[in-house]
């Protein structure tokens, strides 16, 4: 079945932040240096990547542009934190959406996404497995802490079945990435935020859930890749999909040509499974500094969390996200409008800043100390 065509629905999106951007006047904050050092550092990479190809005479400029503008208007949009609320519930209802449209897919039913072409790996609408598995990740953990849908989430039972949908769709999917990152970030969830009962609760539900994928066969292959490696051929038949391999090949490329990355005739030879060796490739050395420099910056915001009013168990629990996908995954956060959005709540550490700082119970002032307390003092 032919779906819909996924450079449409990601032109909408990219229309859809665009207007988020031009809509929204007044009451902007003063940006974070966080997200302004990233920013920096990922435009000035595709800035040089988009010369490098122009130079090059390479005719495919769509991912620098790509790169350049969805960096833009992520960092524009996270002058607006009264956004990140919406955006957070837009997040879920998509992701619902892709993981519905992953499930009709995997049981033969009509679906509306695209037809998926990886054999084991389930595409969600315009996303592809490796793309998607993060995404429902980080809905899935919002939905558990009750951050977007506030109404819907308050209801235990119905949150339960949002999240089986989530990581349902996710585990069909075949992204390893996304599930290896979700789970870690459940646990630091459960660890540093959920009360115990709930933490209980949700734990056994997570593990009651595994095995019972994992006793069907046919998931844990799906997951572990065992029939794609067994028709890899010539290729490595490693667990990683060959990912070692390439990486490998890329970093010798890079060495090869360290300041400016190798010749563009040759960046479609390569296969990096990291963004640290894209954008090093795709910039040389200073890609490779933008890279870590980024991944530094998500590291910091993990550890030392904003002291901003906001959900800080969500954003600690998204920047393990982003930071496993990230040492996984060809692009991680770098590339794309929601993931690079994504990047930029993180960095910013003020989800819900706008809604809930107006709900705060504002200090009790002191009365003014006398002569007679001063002496006493």
């Given at each position: 079945?032919?779906?819909?065509?996924?450079?449409?629905?990601?032109?909408?999106?990219?229309?859809?932040?665009?207007?988020?951007?031009?809509?929204?006047?007044?009451?902007?904050?003063?940006?974070?240096?966080?997200?302004?050092?990233?920013?920096?550092?990922?435009?000035?990479?595709?800035?040089?990547?988009?010369?490098?190809?122009?130079?090059?005479?390479?005719?495919?400029?769509?991912?620098?542009?790509?790169?350049?503008?969805?960096?833009?208007?992520?960092?524009?949009?996270?002058?607006?934190?009264?956004?990140?609320?919406?955006?957070?519930?837009?997040l879920?209802?998509?992701?619902?959406?892709?993981?519905?449209?992953?499930?009709?897919?995997?049981?033969?039913?009509?679906?509306?996404?695209?037809?998926?072409?990886?054999?084991?790996?389930?595409?969600?609408?315009?996303?592809?497995?490796?793309?998607?598995?993060?995404?429902?990740?980080?809905?899935?953990?919002?939905?558990?802490?009750?951050?977007?849908?506030?109404?819907?989430?308050?209801?235990?039972?119905?949150?339960?079945?949002?999240?089986?949908?989530l990581?349902?769709?996710?585990?069909?999917?075949?992204?390893?990435?996304?599930?290896?990152?979700?789970?870690?970030?459940?646990?630091?969830?459960?660890?540093?935020?959920?009360?115990?009962?709930?933490?209980?609760?949700?734990?056994?539900?997570?593990?009651?859930?595994?095995?019972?994928?994992?006793?069907?066969?046919?998931?844990?292959?799906?997951?572990?890749?065992?029939e794609?490696?067994?028709?890899?051929?010539?290729?490595?038949?490693?667990?990683?999909?060959?990912?070692?391999?390439?990486?490998?090949?890329?970093?010798?490329?890079?060495?090869?040509n360290?300041?400016?990355?190798p010749?563009?005739?040759?960046l479609?030879?390569?296969?990096?499974?990291?963004?640290?060796?894209?954008?090093?490739?795709?910039?040389?050395?200073?890609?490779?500094?933008?890279?870590?420099?980024?991944?530094?910056?998500?590291?910091?915001?993990?550890f030392?969390?904003?002291?901003?009013?906001?959900?800080?168990?969500?954003?600690?629990?998204?920047a393990?996200?982003?930071?496993?996908?990230?040492?996984?995954?060809?692009?991680?956060?770098?590339?794309?409008?929601?993931?690079?959005?994504?990047?930029?709540?993180?960095?910013?550490?003020?989800?819900?800043?706008?809604?809930?700082?107006?709900t705060?119970?504002?200090?009790?002032?002191?009365?003014?100390?006398?002569v007679?307390?001063?002496?006493?003092?």
């Open positions: 079945m032919q779906g819909v065509n996924s450079v449409a629905l990601d032109a909408f999106r990219y229309v859809f932040a665009i207007l988020i951007v031009i809509l929204s006047h007044g009451g902007h904050r003063r940006i974070s240096p966080l997200p302004a050092l990233a920013t920096f550092s990922l435009l000035t990479v595709n800035a040089i990547f988009l010369v490098k190809g122009t130079y090059g005479l390479q005719l495919d400029l769509f991912k620098p542009i790509v790169g350049l503008v969805s960096i833009l208007l992520a960092f524009l949009i996270s002058f607006r934190p009264w956004t990140f609320q919406p955006m957070l519930a837009g879920t209802v998509g992701g619902l959406a892709s993981a519905v449209d992953i499930l009709l897919q995997y049981f033969g039913m009509p679906y509306i996404g695209m037809e998926n072409t990886f054999g084991l790996r389930y595409s969600g609408l315009s996303f592809s497995s490796t793309n998607t598995a993060p995404l429902l990740g980080l809905a899935s953990l919002a939905v558990i802490q009750g951050a977007p849908l506030k109404g819907a989430c308050k209801n235990w039972l119905l949150r339960s079945v949002l999240v089986c949908i990581v349902s769709g996710m585990w069909i999917s075949g992204g390893r990435g996304g599930f290896i990152a979700f789970s870690a970030a459940l646990i630091l969830m459960a660890i540093t935020r959920m009360p115990p009962i709930a933490t209980v609760v949700m734990l056994a539900m997570a593990g009651i859930y595994a095995l019972t994928a994992i006793s069907f066969s046919s998931a844990l292959d799906a997951l572990l890749r065992v794609e490696r067994a028709n890899a051929g010539g290729g490595t038949p490693d667990i990683t999909s060959g990912r070692v391999e390439f990486n490998a090949v890329t970093w010798n490329a890079f060495a090869d360290p300041f400016f990355g010749p563009i005739s040759e479609d030879l390569l296969q990096p499974h990291t963004p640290v060796l894209l954008l090093a490739v795709q910039a040389g050395i200073i890609g490779l500094a933008a890279a870590l420099l980024v991944l530094t910056l998500v590291i910091y915001r993990l030392c969390p904003s002291r901003r009013v906001g959900d800080k168990t969500l954003i600690r629990s998204y393990v996200v982003i930071l496993i996908v990230s040492a996984l995954e060809p692009n991680g956060f770098f590339v794309g409008i929601g993931k690079t959005v994504i990047l930029m709540i993180v960095l910013s550490g003020n989800l819900g800043l706008h809604q809930r700082a107006s705060l119970p504002q200090a009790k002032s002191s009365p003014p100390m006398t007679a307390h001063k002496i006493r003092r």
